[in-house]
């Protein structure tokens, strides 16, 4: 009897095991940490749509605006879609006699979406978060080529590639690498090649590119923040970027470190990591909003300011500071002939 208990179904079978011991979805820990999680979604959801209400018909678009507006969407996404799975996972708690339908296929695939849905929202911040900080980063280094030779639409184009990437990136890493299969013994089956091969490209796009081109533009960014004059840089704008990567370094980027090791060891320990950088990375995406509200505010002297000017107190600086450079570049010119 106690060797039928070990034993799997005669099939492969698909599972959301973690390991042998440890399930995705824990009755203990979900009672507590999936409330947390669906209340900073419902809030990270409300910033995030203001945001994109008001980038979309009140706020002068501009290249940074663009990529904002883009990162709010991803965000939005990926709060409701982990909404949506905390959901899932509390009626299973709730509610004992769905337990035996957790293992039933169409559950199975329902939650397999909503995970890929939430990778495509995260893997999409973290490009986007990329390119916007190299964007600036090449603003303040070579501000009069940049603004002079700088292809009009190309955050529109950016973005698209990246969504296009990212879903690429996320179809992969779900297909090959998310699933854990068990054998008729009961034992995890080796992965396939395809599985290295999309661990080795997540890992180089993740560490290679994206995650040092990040950090060293926001290095740039806080320097030139530090250094340049009041009156020249968009001082706001460069606040809220940096401050925005270093949210998503210190809140994101461990759930990255965690799918790794997952997909190369498909070993999680006991202790419910996935559950809790679930719930940092819930705070990330709903925290951006804030940062523009409280960054868009200072040195405000007036008593009563629109939630509308707060926004274009963080992205109007871009503008002023483009039309200073460009008058300054025609006074030097003038001044050599």
Same mark, same amino acid.
């Given at each position: 009897?106690?060797?039928?208990?070990?034993?799997?179904?005669?099939?492969?079978?698909?599972?959301?095991?973690?390991?042998?011991?440890?399930?995705? *979805?824990?009755?203990?820990?979900?009672?507590?940490?999936?409330?947390?999680?669906?209340?900073?979604?419902? *809030?990270?959801?409300?910033?995030?749509?203001? %945001?994109?209400?008001?980038?979309? /018909?009140?706020?002068?678009?501009?290249?940074? =605006?663009?990529?904002?507006?883009? +990162?709010?969407?991803?965000?939005?996404? !990926?709060?409701? *879609?982990?909404?949506?799975?905390?959901?899932?996972?509390? %009626? !299973?708690?709730?509610?004992?006699?769905?337990?035996?339908?957790?293992?039933?296929?169409?559950?199975?695939?329902?939650?397999?979406?909503?995970?890929?849905?939430?990778? !495509?929202?995260?893997?999409?911040?973290?490009?986007?978060?990329?390119?916007?900080?190299?964007?600036?980063?090449?603003?303040?280094?070579?501000?009069?080529?940049?603004?002079?030779?700088?292809?009009?639409?190309?955050?529109?184009?950016?973005?698209?590639?990246?969504?296009?990437?990212?879903?690429?990136?996320?179809?992969?890493?779900?297909?090959?690498?998310?699933?854990?299969?068990?054998?008729?013994?009961?034992?995890?089956?080796?992965?396939?090649?395809?599985?290295?091969?999309?661990?080795?490209? $997540?890992?180089?796009?993740?560490?290679?590119? *994206?995650?040092?081109?990040?950090?060293?533009?926001?290095? %740039?960014? +806080?320097? @030139?923040?530090?250094?340049?004059?009041?009156?020249?840089?968009?001082?706001?704008?460069? $606040?809220?970027? =940096?401050? =925005?990567?270093? /949210?998503?370094?210190?809140?994101?980027?461990?759930?990255?470190?965690?799918?790794? %090791?997952?997909? @190369?060891?498909?070993?999680?320990?006991?202790?419910?990591?996935?559950?809790? !950088?679930?719930?940092?990375?819930? /705070?990330?995406?709903?925290?951006?909003?804030?940062?523009?509200?409280?960054?868009?505010?200072?040195?405000?002297?007036?008593?009563?300011?629109?939630?509308?000017?707060?926004?274009?107190?963080?992205?109007?600086?871009?503008?002023?500071?483009?039309?200073?450079?460009?008058?300054?570049?025609?006074?030097?010119?003038? =001044?050599?002939?």
């Amino acid at each position: 009897m106690e060797e039928n208990n070990m034993t799997m179904p005669p099939s492969v079978t698909e599972t959301l095991y973690w390991n042998n011991h440890t399930m995705l *979805f824990k009755p203990v820990y979900n009672i507590v940490i999936s409330p947390i999680t669906m209340i900073l979604s419902i *809030f990270g959801m409300t910033g995030n749509s203001l %945001v994109v209400w008001y980038l979309s /018909f009140k706020i002068k678009r501009t290249t940074s =605006t663009i990529y904002i507006f883009n +990162l709010a969407v991803a965000d939005n996404g !990926f709060l409701l *879609f982990v909404f949506v799975l905390h959901i899932l996972s509390m %009626v !299973f708690v709730m509610i004992p006699h769905l337990e035996s339908q957790y293992e039933d296929e169409h559950v199975i695939n329902v939650i397999g979406a909503l995970t890929l849905a939430c990778l !495509f929202g995260y893997n999409t911040s973290l490009c986007l978060l990329t390119a916007i900080s190299i964007e600036r980063c090449l603003s303040v280094l070579f501000p009069i080529w940049y603004h002079c030779n700088r292809p009009r639409h190309l955050s529109s184009i950016v973005c698209t590639l990246i969504w296009i990437i990212s879903c690429t990136l996320s179809a992969l890493e779900m297909s090959f690498c998310y699933s854990v299969i068990y054998n008729s013994k009961g034992l995890i089956e080796e992965s396939g090649n395809e599985c290295k091969v999309v661990f080795i490209l $997540i890992c180089c796009f993740s560490f290679l590119i *994206f995650i040092p081109c990040m950090i060293m533009s926001s290095l %740039v960014l +806080l320097i @030139k923040l530090q250094t340049s004059s009041h009156q020249r840089q968009p001082k706001k704008l460069y $606040i809220v970027i =940096t401050v =925005t990567v270093l /949210f998503f370094l210190v809140f994101g980027m461990p759930m990255r470190f965690l799918l790794l %090791v997952w997909y @190369k060891r498909h070993i999680m320990p006991p202790f419910p990591l996935m559950d809790i !950088f679930s719930l940092f990375c819930s /705070f990330n995406s709903s925290i951006n909003p804030f940062i523009y509200f409280l960054v868009g505010r200072q040195g405000s002297r007036s008593g009563k300011i629109t939630l509308l000017a707060i926004f274009q107190a963080v992205f109007r600086d871009e503008g002023n500071y483009m039309k200073r450079e460009q008058k300054r570049s025609v006074q030097a010119d003038e =001044t050599t002939m």
